[in-house]
């Protein structure tokens, strides 16, 4: 006796011949298509997935295949607006700095990136969530993470370049130490930095920002050379914030004076004049009083007024700290 016998719903006859006709596939005799079919099959459930009567998660038609999608960034320019026409001479206990006018504008920031999707080609079954690779939970692998290229100042001298070597004469440490202070006011004002501020990443920022970028990359390595270990020392935080700020106007003022009206890129340095005298002391310090000349090319470009020409004296204790010649107490400029 059949499991689920056949109920006719109508007067027509129905052969054996007819429903045996009628088989797995669905397509019945035409006087069969004439009204609804109401056979059940018995066959067992094992053998009608063998015989792919009926598909399951694991056929073949259920796999796809994903599809990669490539994320665009999109990336947009920062301008970088020319200096305008109001630059202000500022005078500093501890020496001469400028302040100047940015009338640089910020530029749009970059937006976020989409994450990479799953790899090409990656078999996925019928109802399960694809794997990130990029996810080490799901994964179980780091991602891969491209590290940003290094930001490097042009010309910059390392540490061991900059620090002043023992065994010298006082004249010769007191030249030293002026040109060092000298030199850290125009560390990564050139050419090539001035057109760096153009390029990738750096064209979303101000100028001022930029500016910063590169004082921070630059400040330390000075710092460590004229201080060592006072480099962390409050009583010296003053003096390092003094020369920290004349640095990033002089950046400013070099920047800001490509071309247009001005003659050459302001430049500013000074010149050791002479070493009034050195006193030692018996701790191992030596006291010098040295005469310093500033230079500029202020005249050549919209800088006015920046000091050219102006004498400074300078107060410089010094002693040997660690196989170098390193400033022990914070340095006193007076401008005569």
């Not at 094992?46 to 694991?58: R, S």
């Not at 665009?72 to 109001?86: H, L, M």
């Not at 590290?147 to 002043?164: K, N, Q």
């Not at 071309?259 to 050195?278: I, R």
């Amino acid at each position: 006796m059949d499991k689920f016998p056949i109920n006719n719903t109508n007067d027509t006859d129905t052969t054996a011949q007819d429903i045996e006709n009628v088989g797995h596939t669905g397509n019945a005799p035409g006087t069969l298509q004439e009204r609804p079919v109401e056979i059940f099959d018995n066959t067992p459930l094992d053998q009608a997935v063998a015989d792919n009567l009926i598909t399951t998660p694991d056929s073949a038609q259920y796999l796809t295949e994903a599809t990669p999608v490539t994320p665009e960034k999109k990336k947009r320019r920062g301008v970088i607006a020319g200096i305008g026409a109001g630059v202000v001479g500022l005078l500093v206990v501890g020496g001469l700095a400028m302040g100047l006018n940015n009338n640089n504008d910020n530029g749009p920031k970059g937006g976020p990136v989409a994450e990479a999707p799953v790899d090409p080609g990656e078999e996925v079954p019928f109802g399960e969530e694809p794997a990130n690779p990029v996810d080490p939970e799901v994964s179980g692998e780091e991602p891969e993470v491209e590290a940003p290229a290094a930001f490097e100042v042009a010309g910059l001298p390392t540490l061991a370049e900059l620090e002043i070597a023992p065994g010298q004469t006082d004249n010769q440490v007191a030249e030293s130490l002026v040109k060092l202070s000298s030199d850290w006011s125009m560390a990564g004002a050139n050419k090539e930095m001035y057109d760096l501020q153009f390029e990738g990443d750096n064209g979303y920022l101000s100028l001022e920002d930029y500016v910063t970028k590169i004082t921070d990359a630059t400040d330390p390595i000075y710092v460590q050379a004229i201080y060592g270990e006072n480099a962390t020392n409050p009583q010296f935080a003053d003096a390092i914030a003094l020369q920290k700020e004349q640095h990033r106007q002089v950046l400013m003022a070099h920047f800001q004076t490509y071309g247009n009206q001005n003659t050459a890129p302001y430049y500013q340095k000074e010149n050791f004049s002479q070493l009034q005298e050195a006193i030692k002391h018996e701790d191992g310090t030596t006291t010098m009083f040295v005469t310093m000349i500033r230079e500029d090319n202020g005249a050549d470009n919209i800088v006015e007024g920046s000091g050219n020409g102006n004498i400074t004296r300078a107060t410089y204790i010094t002693a040997e700290v660690d196989g170098k010649i390193k400033l022990v107490q914070p340095p006193a400029y007076v401008l005569q």
